[in-house]
């Protein structure tokens, strides 16, 4: 697909008026609109042919979509960690849910784990890193294997399923099969030529410095160049296939860009899709505009190559 579609384009123009408005807008940007989406939005229902559990640890709380034929299985299966978006501050919500469903649907049936890791300002870094790491621990101890588990996040997300990789490597612990990111920021620096020559364009974050990419010093207090915190700095030997997804429209261009190239020049098997005239996580539109389908379907390959 070399041009955006008619409901791209329109979805495009939609998200951002909506990320404009005073109010919604304001919310959106400084990542308040996340959390009261979580705190205030219906119980998901989820669908008949899955089951979700619940569990609580002693910090953070996790929920596991299974299919229902499958949920008294041992646990030997094929899994994905879903580590969800919201720039360390927003918290899971039932879009995430949806996209465990989805995950669950162009795998043919894996499960999905996903953590609702602690978030700032009042869990900084590293609290997200140790979550991540902590649900991950969690599979292996209840018998899925690394070469069964593939890392999925988006936007913030992205880079911490990164950022787990790269601290297993550098601490000797068994890599998953693959990574999937959507959109994913991985350059807390915002040194990428994007976040300038995006600025005008990115219907999301463009046209402010008031926005989650530009909030991110409640997060940290560490350097941002490190790695666990800016995994466009990481070193990319030894890592799994990978496939990294962005939108062309993005100020988080480069962060994608850069990976995949470090990614490359590391040895690594690493596919890069820039979606033209796409947006900010656009995959969370699921079926409702073909670029979206393109992707989840571009993930399901995906998948079936690493577990093959």
Not at 15 to 23: A, D, G, K, M, W
Not at 111 to 140: F, G, I, M, Q, T
Not at 187 to 214: A, H, M
Not at 257 to 284: D, E, T
Request: glycine share 10%; charged share 25%.
């Amino acid at each position: 697909m070399s041009e955006p579609s008619l409901r791209g384009r329109t979805a495009r123009g939609v998200v951002r008026v909506v990320n404009h408005l005073p109010v919604i807008g304001s919310m959106r940007m400084n990542g308040e609109l996340q959390n009261i989406k979580s705190e205030r939005e219906p119980e998901w229902k989820c669908p008949d042919h899955l089951r979700n559990m619940r569990m609580e640890t002693e910090l953070f709380s996790m929920e596991l979509l299974r299919p229902a034929e499958n949920f008294e299985e041992n646990r030997r299966r094929r899994v994905i960690l879903q580590l969800h978006g919201g720039g360390y501050y927003g918290r899971i919500h039932n879009t995430y849910r949806d996209a465990a469903a989805m995950y669950i649907e162009v795998s043919g049936g894996a499960d999905v784990l996903s953590p609702d890791y602690r978030v700032a300002p009042e869990h900084p870094y590293p609290a997200a890193l140790e979550d991540a790491l902590e649900a991950y621990k969690w599979l292996l101890e209840q018998d899925y294997l690394p070469e069964n588990t593939v890392f999925a996040g988006d936007s913030a997300g992205g880079g911490l399923a990164l950022a787990l990789g790269l601290y297993l490597k550098d601490h000797g612990l068994p890599m998953p099969a693959g990574i999937v990111t959507m959109s994913a920021w991985t350059d807390l620096t915002k040194s990428g030529d994007s976040y300038q020559e995006k600025f005008d364009e990115d219907p999301i974050f463009g046209g402010t410095r008031n926005s989650l990419v530009y909030k991110e010093g409640y997060y940290l207090d560490h350097d941002p160049m490190d790695p666990y915190i800016s995994p466009v700095n990481g070193d990319y030997r030894g890592f799994p296939p990978m496939l990294l997804q962005v939108g062309e429209q993005e100020m988080l261009l480069d962060d994608t860009l850069s990976v995949g190239q470090k990614a490359r020049f590391a040895g690594g098997r690493v596919r890069v899709h820039v979606y033209p005239g796409m947006f900010h996580i656009f995959q969370m539109g699921f079926t409702m505009w073909p670029e979206a389908r393109e992707a989840w379907r571009e993930i399901g390959q995906f998948l079936k190559i690493v577990w093959k």
